[in-house]
């Protein structure tokens, strides 16, 4: 079984005992977190239930891993014959979730 969640304006396809970086969720290390935006479910057999646009009996529970960031991403403004020249970064925090379960 698998399902489709959305969690921080991002999709990710999830099965019980994956692992996925989800951007921050609230907890701590250990905390169960509710996945409540199901967008779809897929069985092993082929069948699958699509939501319009997510599911409303469908939930993915999952454990707070780690809480932590992301790498470091490098942003550079440059501006050709002015000597202008600037470098920045950003670090998104990130959550590691494992999902435990998917259901009602």
């Known amino acids: 079984m698998f399902a489709i969640v959305e969690s921080g304006g991002q999709q990710f396809r999830v099965a019980p005992g994956s692992e996925i970086e989800v951007p921050r ?8 977190v509710t996945l409540s ?3 779809m479910v897929g069985g092993d057999d082929g069948s699958c ?5 997510a599911l409303d009996n ?3 529970q999952a454990e707070i891993l780690v809480q932590g960031k992301a ?6 403004k440059f501006k050709r ?3 202008y020249r ?3 970064g950003h670090r998104a925090h990130i ?3 494992k999902i435990v379960s998917i259901g009602k």
Not at 25 to 32: N, Q, Y
Request: glycine share 8%.
């Open 37 to 39: 935006r199901v967008l």
């Open 81 to 83: 014959r002015k000597n």
């Open 25 to 32: 969720v609230e907890g701590e290390v250990g905390d169960k």
């Open 49 to 53: 239930d699509v939501g319009s646009p």
């Open 95 to 97: 959550t590691r979730l």
């Open 58 to 60: 469908v939930r993915a």
């Open 71 to 76: 790498p470091k991403v490098l942003v550079q």
């Open 86 to 88: 600037r470098i920045l």
